[in-house]
T-cell receptor, first 113, second 113 residues
Framework: AQSVAQPEDQVNVAEGNPLTVKCTYS??????LFWYVQYPNRGLQFLLK??????LVKGSYGFEAEFNKSQTSFHLKKPSALVSDSALYFC???????????FGQGTTLQVKP | DGGITQSPKYLFRKEGQNVTLSCEQN?????MYWYRQDPGQGLRLIYY???????QKGDIAEGYSVSREKKESFPLTVTSAQKNPTAFYLC????????????FGDGTRLSIL
């Protein structure tokens, strides 16, 4: 079965501190992993993806994610959070077997000044 | 995303009424998707289409119908059989296959009168 878990409904960090938003997945075969961000009443915006290659993936707006095959995780990270990073973040996993993306339930990131 | 237009932004449905949500794209993408977003549940796939005149059911297709007569257009009809239609509906496009990032419109919020 194909599934994604984002164990935290909300993550709170202070501006300037590092942030981590967690994601674990389950999929048959090789995983295709994505992070998206959503601002209120808007669609999702693509941040980064892992298909193959280097386990550390760099994306938009200074975000990066680390693929860990043994822990089946794909955590989103940023060295220094900005207030403007406050939004809803979704992890998604795709499988060539199903041809579909499955999304996690989302994590709200709150960055306080 | 400027290349994907969803209309209307807000829509109200009366009991027993069918309503149609529009999704138009000028990105020349082959694949188009419809998702439903409910608070705390992430995105769930309703229907998707990889090519004109062909589409497949997603995970929650009951009470919905689609057509794909043109590459640029993928309208979603919410029928009276959908008993709980209140949600935020998102249309997405991609070049094709799960390895490609999906691009999202800004959604239509459907409510029951």
């Amino acid at each position: 079965a194909q599934s994604v878990a984002q164990p935290e409904d909300q993550v709170n960090v202070a501006e300037g501190n590092p942030l981590t938003v967690k994601c674990t997945y389950s999929v048959s075969g090789n995983p295709y992993l994505f992070w998206y961000v959503q601002y209120p009443n808007r669609g999702l915006q693509f941040l980064l993806k892992y298909i193959t290659g280097d386990n550390l993936v760099k994306g938009s707006y200074g975000f990066e994610a680390e693929f860990n095959k043994s822990q089946t995780s794909f955590h989103l990270k940023k060295p220094s959070a900005l207030v403007s990073d406050s939004a809803l973040y979704f992890c998604a996993v795709g499988s060539a077997n199903t041809g579909k993306l499955i999304f996690g339930q989302g994590t709200t990131l709150q960055v306080k000044p | 995303d400027g290349g994907i237009t969803q209309s209307p932004k807000y829509l109200f449905r009366k009991e027993g009424q069918n309503v149609t949500l529009s999704c138009e794209q000028n990105l020349n993408h082959d694949a188009m998707y419809w998702y439903r977003q409910d608070p705390g549940q992430g995105l769930r796939l309703i229907y998707y289409s990889q090519i004109v005149n062909d589409f497949q059911k997603g995970d929650i297709a009951e009470g919905y119908s689609v057509s794909r007569e043109k590459k640029e257009s993928f309208p979603l009809t919410v029928t009276s059989a959908q008993k709980n239609p209140t949600a935020f509906y998102l249309c997405a496009t991609a070049w094709g296959g799960v390895v490609q990032p999906q691009h999202f419109g800004d959604g239509t919020r459907l409510s029951i009168l």
